[in-house]
């Protein structure tokens, strides 16, 4: 899978958008961006991927450049709950034989009251 | 209700025990996944499942054998635990709507073997 670099940590007022950028200039054609967060000691929680176009659904929206080598995921209103680590991940369209899911070091997103 | 759940959510016992960790999924996939992640590491695949008879080794299955008892339901034995079993251990399913392989993780099971 691609490499992704995220910046470590991010704080973000309650109410406003959090906006969690993404580098990953090594992806390929066929390699959808994902994003996954983990609240403490919680089971990480699928929000939202895309190929090319621009994405959105109940939980987030998600923003890729058009040379596909970076991506940005936006929470419209954070709120305290969204308080957790994002991942960011790159990986193949299909796979025939299970792919652990890995996930890099992400960013730590602190939602502030 | 949630889609994937796991139980116990806790769970301590001693070395030399054998446990059994059990997820049972509403989602309909038939691919199933079982996780542990430690503490300041990521997740490492232990088994997955891709139907019912099928099963499959992950990265680090040894010291732990599955069942694949229906399509919902998945679990996870420690035939004999030890205290480096310690862990958090996530059941997850997956599909592949709208291309790719989503995956979908349940709350997770904290093992504590003393």
């Known amino acids: 899978d691609a490499k992704t670099t995220q910046p470590t940590s991010m704080d973000c007022a309650e109410g406003r958008a959090a906006n969690l950028p993404c580098n990953h200039s090594t992806i390929s054609g066929n390699e959808y961006v994902y994003w996954y967060r983990q609240i403490h000691s919680q089971g990480p929680q699928y929000i939202i991927h895309g190929l090319k176009n621009n994405e959105t659904n109940e939980m987030a929206s998600l923003i890729i450049t058009e040379d596909r080598k970076s991506s940005t995921l936006i929470l419209p209103h954070a709120t305290l709950r969204d308080t957790a680590v994002y991942y960011c991940?790159?990986?193949?369209?299909?796979?025939?034989?299970?792919?652990?899911?890995?996930f890099g070091s992400g960013t730590q997103l602190t939602v502030l009251p | 209700d949630a889609d994937v759940t796991q139980t116990p959510r806790n769970r301590i016992t001693k070395t030399g025990k054998r446990i059994m960790l059990e997820c049972s999924q509403t989602k309909g996939h038939d691919r199933m996944y079982w996780y542990r992640q430690d503490p300041g590491l990521g997740l490492r695949l232990i088994y997955y499942s891709f139907d019912v008879k099928d099963i499959n080794k992950g990265e680090i299955s040894d010291g732990y054998s599955v069942s694949r008892q229906a399509q919902a339901k998945f679990s996870l034995s420690l035939e004999s635990a030890i205290p480096n079993q310690t862990a958090l251990y996530f059941c997850?399913?997956?599909?592949?709507?709208?291309?790719?392989?989503?995956?979908?993780f349940g709350p997770g099971t904290r093992l504590l073997v003393l």
């Open positions: 997850a399913t997956s599909d592949f709507a709208r291309g790719g392989e989503t995956q979908y």
């Open positions: 991940i790159v990986r193949p369209r299909t796979s025939g034989s299970a792919r652990q899911l890995t």
